[in-house]
């Protein structure tokens, strides 16, 4: 019996390779994700893989999708990355990401913007301090100046748990964005 679940096991993970190779768009090996950067990373791109060393299995799976709506621009950024170590015993970890945002154009320079955030950490060796949760979502305006420069403003709630303490309350949050800022000296 051990035998023909090996086989199936075996079958099913050839499948996978096959159908990822075929069914993917893009997928790069070592390339950055980062939510900060958006001007130098191309969207609409997502990466997934697993790793080996000895004993220790590393995950990642990565996404950074930008759609062009009829109402709006929705931007999807997803951040995993997971380890597995065997030993006589199994510890796991655990880091997610994940930030949506919907932004809604009212003229020329101010779009009202919705965002969603999630993030997630949970590490099996740590008894008491093994799980990290924290969600929030705001809404609020983007001002853009100059060419692709920005500035915004949101307002919303959060929701924090951590050590089996649960937290909500309200987040205000002021961001720019200035790339083409140049600066002689």
């Not at 080996?52 to 990565?62: A, C, E, Y």
């Not at 969600?135 to 609020?140: D, E, I, R, Y």
């Amino acid at each position: 019996m051990q035998d023909i679940i090996k086989i199936y096991k075996k079958k099913l993970t050839e499948l996978f390779i096959i159908a990822f190779i075929l069914f993917s768009q893009n997928s790069y090996a070592q390339f950055p994700f980062s939510s900060e950067n958006t001007d130098t990373v191309p969207h609409n791109r997502f990466n997934i893989g697993t790793e080996k060393n000895v004993n220790t299995f590393l995950f990642t799976g990565n996404a950074d999708l930008l759609y062009d709506l009829s109402l709006g621009i929705l931007r999807i950024n997803q951040s995993y990355h997971g380890t597995a170590i065997k030993t006589s015993t199994s510890i796991f970890r655990d880091d997610e990401n994940f930030n949506l945002e919907f932004a809604v154009p009212l003229n020329k320079s101010i779009s009202t913007i919705f965002t969603q955030n999630w993030l997630y950490s949970s590490d099996s060796r740590n008894f008491g301090l093994n799980k990290l949760e924290r969600l929030n979502g705001g809404l609020g305006l983007r001002y853009f100046f100059l060419p692709r420069s920005s500035l915004e403003f949101t307002a919303g709630a959060e929701r924090n748990s951590q050590v089996g303490v649960n937290s909500v309350g309200p987040i205000f949050r002021v961001a720019g964005n200035l790339p083409d800022l140049a600066m002689e000296g």
